[in-house]
């Protein structure tokens, strides 16, 4: 158990419709990631908050959003959804200081299914 | 632009053998490296990392990875597998002032009884 929390599990929802997946780092922790990962893409580096503001972005669609709470929890919204959407969504979390050479902390994904 | 190659999506060795998965970077810094390890419906674990430091690096469960800058590589070796290795293997890169993980396309490794 690496301590990062992520809800729901698994998401089955329509193209078209709207979700918002979860986030709530480990204890301590003031970086949030968002990855992707899909039959297709891969691993993929969606964006970064750091203590509520945003870092770092990458490829991240403008269908997609995400914000980091004063609690330092983290909602990803994926909006529009497409069939190409679907995949594994992961978050990850890192202790503050050092930077890239700090671990970072995955949970255990939210699975999205779009029918 | 960062990136890493992981030759050989499937790997498969008889337990007891030499575990040898490969990854060779790009990075126009000097980079960060990093192998994380994917069981089934997990998320990633961390196996080991290369911070400029050391360039033979020990990780978890009898794992190491070697830094050559010579040949921009950063192979995962673990010298007897063990039937708990199976799962899949992502190599990754980042550098300092960027944090987030550019992965490669992961290796899967069989382990043969």
């Known amino acids: 158990d690496s301590g990062v929390t992520q809800t729901p599990k698994h998401l089955i929802t329509a193209t078209g419709q709207r979700v918002t997946l979860r986030c709530s780092p480990r204890s301590g922790d003031l970086s949030v990631y968002w990855y992707q990962q899909s039959l297709d893409q891969g691993l993929q580096f969606l964006i970064q908050y750091y203590n509520g503001e945003e870092r770092a972005k990458g490829n991240i669609l403008e269908r997609f959003s995400a914000q980091q709470f004063p609690d330092l929890h983290s909602e990803l919204n994926l909006s529009s959804l497409e069939l190409g959407d679907s995949a594994l969504y992961f978050c990850?979390?890192?202790?503050?200081?050092?930077?890239?050479?700090?671990?970072?902390?995955f949970g255990p994904g939210t699975r999205l299914t779009v029918l | 632009a960062q990136s890493v190659t992981q030759l050989g999506s499937h790997v498969s060795v008889s337990e007891g053998a030499l575990v040898l998965l490969r990854c060779n970077y790009s990075?126009?810094?000097?980079?960060?490296l990093f192998w994380y390890v994917q069981y089934p419906n997990q998320g990633l674990q961390l196996l080991l990392k290369y911070t400029s430091a050391a360039t033979l690096v020990k990780g978890i469960n009898g794992f190491e990875a070697e830094f050559k800058k010579s040949e921009t590589s950063f192979h995962l070796t673990k010298p007897s597998a063990h039937m708990s290795d199976a799962a899949e293997y992502f190599c990754?890169?980042?550098?300092?002032?960027?944090?987030?993980?550019?992965f490669g396309t992961g290796t899967r490794l069989t382990i043969i009884p």
């Open positions: 990754a890169v980042s550098s300092f002032g960027n944090e987030k993980l550019t």
């Open positions: 990075s126009s810094v000097p980079p960060y």
């Open positions: 990850a979390s890192s202790a503050p200081g050092q930077g890239a050479l700090n671990e970072q902390f």
